[in-house]
């Protein structure tokens, strides 16, 4: 993101202190600083801890992905895998018709070989987000 100019704050959600100490640091010291990283503990709703019977565990891989949703501090949220690799900022995005209009945007999340131009040797610009947006 940085690479590409984007400077939206990041905020990373884990659970359970997946991610502290010496990893945390590396983190925050990263391409993607200034980066907040949040455990859920931290932020959690008394709905989220009766949900779950106290395990918020249950958050880990794909449900850390919606509490983050939830519990994100931003008015517009771009919610992303932590393998996502964008072409292009994504800031601008927000600024789309359909953005504007809806509030959303969704796009495929594509496996690498479809990016891959072996004809070429090399990645290809994908354009079917701009095409659906």
């Keep these: 993101l940085r690479r590409l100019e984007n400077k ?5 959600f884990h659970v359970d202190k997946e991610v502290a100490g010496e990893d945390a640091e590396k983190l925050r010291d990263s391409a993607l600083a200034p980066l907040r990283l949040v455990d859920a503990a931290d932020v959690a709703w008394t709905s989220d ?5 106290g395990r918020l565990r249950s958050y880990r891989s794909y449900y850390c992905l919606c509490f983050a949703v939830l519990h994100s501090p931003f008015e517009a949220t771009l919610l992303m895998n932590a393998d996502t690799l964008f072409v292009e900022n994504p ?6 018709p359909n953005v504007q209009r809806t509030g959303v945007l969704f796009f495929s999340d594509k496996v690498s070989r479809y990016l891959w ?3 070429a040797g090399r990645i290809s610009v994908c354009n079917e987000t701009r095409a659906f947006a």
Excluded: G, K, Q
Excluded at 8 to 12: D, H
Excluded at 49 to 53: C, F, Q, V
Excluded at 91 to 96: E, G, Q, T, Y
């Design 49 to 53: 801890w009766n949900a779950t019977r």
């Design 91 to 96: 800031s601008r995005w927000w600024h789309l």
């Design 117 to 119: 131009n072996s004809a």
């Design 8 to 12: 939206s704050p990041v905020v990373a």
